[in-house]
């Protein structure tokens, strides 16, 4: 996204960018036959004559694309409009609930009893021809359940979601399009499953050649990874990859497709039929999550090195697919503060964005880990004894970053390109996990 645009312009731009990127529209006129190994991209070509589609009932056309926020919190989710923070809905809902993106800008995954349940966050885009249309419509949490034992990752990737089942080991794979098709219909179509020999806390990633990337272990722990061919063949594996978790796929700066997780001792990238590890040298060096950015050799890993400490973080890790080289930074310069995974991302060109326990927001340089920009956001904070507690979390969407601040339920939009503070509303709930759609 251009440099130079202005804060109401980037919104404005998001939907240009929608158009270039968009894999598919909302709506869809009938499930195509399709083989569990092909792209997403073919199925949509396949199955879905977009400029013959019509807008949903009930839907409100509108001038751009619509990004939200979903956000949970103690008793419920509630969805925002992410320009003014307006809430657009509270739905409730008991219990520990986390959510995730699916992938189409518009569908997230609630992980909740019984499975992974689809909440329609109510916004949509709709290709006609040369162009799109925008779409805004009603939220709700839908009845239809991706049923799971205890539902673990989801993972976007290739056109696909893969969801991960922790209590069976098992993996499905959706087309990202279709999630608004299954909806209307009430039913799931599942295009690739798995069953990992043992139940754990795991992860899979599915590319648009059929491979199939997923962990090792079992209720004792987790000892690596291993790629799989469309035919559930070993291509690659390692079992040298202790504590296995978190992933990231992409295609670097070389124009490699690379999948990577992370690992108590490093992290492993797969290359095609072999692997390379970013070994740390250290009896205890936990990358536990990968953040990437297309286009990019840089992938930024949180790094906790005391096998006895709490989720308070101090340092990070830059990890350089093309020269293969591992280098520990402190994001904080000196500062005394820490961080949670909830607080590190990726900006859209590749900026390191992370929120410190002093209330900073740091904007760093993906290629040196120098702090480009300091901006303060929220209070000072402690991160705290349970990862389940609320504590401050950052999104980035439509070019923006959104920080949420529980103690006071305020969320706080953030210009990370020119430096500052934009804007803060009081939302109303102690907010906990958030997920973006685009619209």
């Given amino acids: 996204m251009s440099r130079t645009l202005s804060r109401p312009a980037r919104y404005a731009a998001l939907g240009a960018v929608l158009a270039l990127g968009l894999t598919a529209c909302a709506t869809a006129d009938a499930e195509p036959e399709a083989s569990a190994t092909a ?14 589609e019509e807008s949903e009932s009930g839907s409100t056309e509108q001038a751009s694309a619509t990004p939200r926020l979903v956000m949970t919190y103690d008793g419920g989710i509630v969805v925002v409009d992410a320009n003014s923070l307006e809430v657009e809905a509270d739905i409730a809902l008991d219990g520990f609930n986390r959510l995730n993106s699916l992938g189409d800008g518009r569908h997230v995954a609630v992980s909740t009893t019984g499975g992974f ?10 290709a006609h021809g040369d162009h799109y249309h925008y779409y805004t419509g009603e939220i709700s949490l839908t009845d239809l359940m991706v ?72 209720e004792d722990g987790r000892t690596g990874a291993m790629l799989l061919d469309e035919d559930d063949e070993v291509i690659a594996s390692t079992d040298q990859c202790p504590g296995v978790h978190g992933e990231t796929a992409f295609t670097n700066a070389e124009g490699e497709d690379l999948l990577m997780v992370g690992c108590e001792n490093g992290a492993v990238v797969f290359h095609g039929d072999h692997v390379h590890y970013f070994t740390a040298g250290e009896d205890y060096a936990r990358t536990g999550n990968l953040y990437s950015s297309e286009g990019s050799n840089i992938v930024v890993g949180d ?3 005391d096998p006895e400490g709490g989720i308070n973080l101090s340092e990070i890790v830059l990890l350089d697919t093309a020269n293969e ?12 503060a820490e961080y949670t995974w909830r607080d ?34 929220v209070d000072e904070w402690e991160v705290p004894v349970e990862w389940q507690t609320a504590h401050p979390a950052v999104e980035v969407l439509a070019g923006m970053a959104y920080v949420t601040e529980p103690a006071t339920g305020e969320v706080h939009i953030v210009d990370y390109v020119e430096g500052e503070l934009w804007k803060s509303v009081e939302v109303g709930v102690e907010m906990n996990e958030i997920a973006g ?3």
């Fill in 117 to 126: 349940q689809i909440l329609d966050a109510g916004t949509w885009s709709q």
């Fill in 325 to 336: 080289t591992r280098t520990v930074v402190d994001p904080f310069d000196g500062a005394d």
């Fill in 39 to 52: 792209s997403a991209e073919e199925h949509d070509e396949d199955g879905h004559d977009h400029d013959e």
């Fill in 147 to 218: 049923e799971a034992e205890t539902p673990g990752h989801v993972v976007v990737h290739d056109g696909y979601s893969i969801l991960f089942d922790d209590g069976t080991g098992h993996v499905s794979a959706f087309y990202t399009s279709d999630w608004t098709h299954m909806v209307e219909e009430g039913h799931l179509d599942v295009v690739r499953e798995y069953d990992a020999e043992e139940a754990h806390h795991g992860v899979a990633v599915l590319t648009e050649e059929g491979e199939l990337l997923v962990t090792i272990g079992n």
């Fill in 303 to 305: 790094l906790k090195t």
């Fill in 344 to 377: 590190i991302r990726r900006g859209d060109d590749g900026e390191i964005l992370v929120l410190g326990t002093d209330g900073t927001l740091r904007v760093l340089d993906e290629a040196t880990g120098d702090v480009v920009s300091a901006i303060p956001v």
């Fill in 437 to 439: 759609v685009t619209g």
